[in-house]
């Protein structure tokens, strides 16, 4: 097999273990107002499920990029997707709240040891002009993986069928590890100087770039955002719209969704056309989809019809897929190669803990802030962020990007 056909071979078996990855960790919140009655929740902590989800997996990406910097990328993947998928057939049994939030925090574990990896290992199967496009494919996983586990765990919900919804897709991971585990024997993995990974020197070198470090601050306000959306508006439609818990659930992901599918191909594809103009063509692309991603997330809160509320997710979709496609390769551009498992994990590590806060405020102030008003200052925030790239790229990139690529 050669080169090139490995690594498409390699992108499409990641893509479906990153598609079971969002299946399983989305379904949940398309139940929530099955959950709420059968296992007697409130609205605080349904919240709760998605932010002790988010809290655990934040703290494990940083250790779990680590250790794909320092051992087997390949094995680690696989591990995580047997793991999760146990976990996952898991949480169909749980008798209380308690309980799904026990199963949520040990999904947090095991789907942390994927990401990191999962990237940096595509991303070292292309060269650096052709990096946007391998992880745009890779994260379309991510996109797919939201609207089919969400439209699937509220239709099963709607069945009075969720712990059956668990199960079934708990059953798939497993039964894909060996595929998977098959193909990824085969696949070459980059050789990394073991010496000079070492945790603190890692971590040091990665705070030495001065615009990784504005993007930890960048990322996680956007991905604020994304999660509000994702653990919220699927109940925020089914209460303000009357739906049932399987349409509401697709009018929250299969608009929104299907238009990121459109904006994180286009944005990798437009990314890497443009690096031969300018290196920070990526950086450039993340501030457009900020920017224009802003006025969509405010109209999905606030629009009094189910055809205006589509339009604005599809406007959201398209234009949070620029940035969605270009973060992690833009990171990898001001960052060493030997720490881009890390560089994922750290950059995981802010976006989750404040995606936590973003499902746990969405329940602690539905009643009274509201979901429309918490996205509109979301939308006010993604417009500040935007301004302060703009800034990093005309006073720090320059200057990162060279050191790491010294020749270019």
């Known amino acids: 097999m050669s080169k090139v056909k490995s690594a498409g071979a390699l992108v499409a078996f990641m893509w479906f273990a990153y598609f079971l990855n969002y299946c399983d960790r989305q379904a949940v919140f ?96 292309y060269p650096a002009a052709r990096r946007s496009r391998a992880v745009s494919m890779l994260m379309t996983g991510q996109i797919a993986g939201t609207v089919a586990g969400s439209w699937f765990g509220g239709w099963m919900a709607d069945r009075g069928q969720w712990r059956e919804a668990f199960f079934a897709l708990g059953a798939v991971g497993v039964l894909y590890a060996l595929p998977y585990f098959a193909f990824l024997r085969r696949v070459e993995e980059p050789q990394t100087d073991k010496a000079s990974t070492t945790a603190g020197i890692t971590f040091t070198a990665l705070g030495r770039s001065r615009t990784f470090m504005l993007l930890c601050l960048v990322f996680p306000v956007f991905v604020f955002g994304i999660w509000l959306l994702y653990g919220w508006l699927p109940a925020f439609l089914h209460d303000k719209f009357s739906l049932n818990q399987a349409d509401a659930a697709f009018n929250a992901t299969a608009f929104l969704q299907t238009a990121t599918f459109v904006g994180v191909i286009s944005g990798g594809m437009i990314a890497d056309a443009l690096f031969h103009r300018t290196k920070a063509a990526r950086l450039w692309l993340m501030v457009a989809g900020l920017a224009l991603s802003a006025p969509c997330i405010h109209l999905l809160g606030n629009s009094d019809t189910i055809l205006v509320t589509r339009i604005a997710a599809t406007g959201f979709g398209l234009f949070s897929g620029l940035f969605i496609a270009n973060i992690f390769p833009a990171a990898f551009d001001v960052v060493s190669s030997d720490a881009r498992a890390t560089a994922v994990g750290v950059l995981n590590f802010f976006g989750a803990i404040m995606s936590g806060f973003a499902t746990l405020f969405g329940g602690m102030w539905k009643q009274t802030l509201g979901i429309d008003r918490l996205l509109s200052i979301t939308a006010v925030a993604y417009l500040a962020v ?23």
């Open 30 to 125: 398309s139940m929530f107002p099955s959950l709420k009655a059968d296992l007697k929740m409130t609205d605080q902590e349904l919240g709760l499920v998605g932010a002790m989800f988010l809290w655990v997996y934040a703290f494990g990406c940083p250790i779990s990029g680590y250790l794909g910097d320092r051992f087997s990328k390949r094995l680690l993947v696989v591990l995580s997707l047997v793991v999760w998928s146990v976990v996952t057939i898991g949480t169909g049994l749980v008798a209380s709240g308690a309980m799904l939030l026990a199963m949520r925090a040990a999904m947090g574990v095991s789907e942390s040891l994927y990401m990191s990896s999962a990237v940096a290992l595509t991303a070292s199967a």
């Open 386 to 408: 935007a301004v302060a790239l703009i800034i990093g790229i005309r006073c720090l990139f320059s200057r990162d990007h060279h050191t790491q690529n010294p020749t270019s």
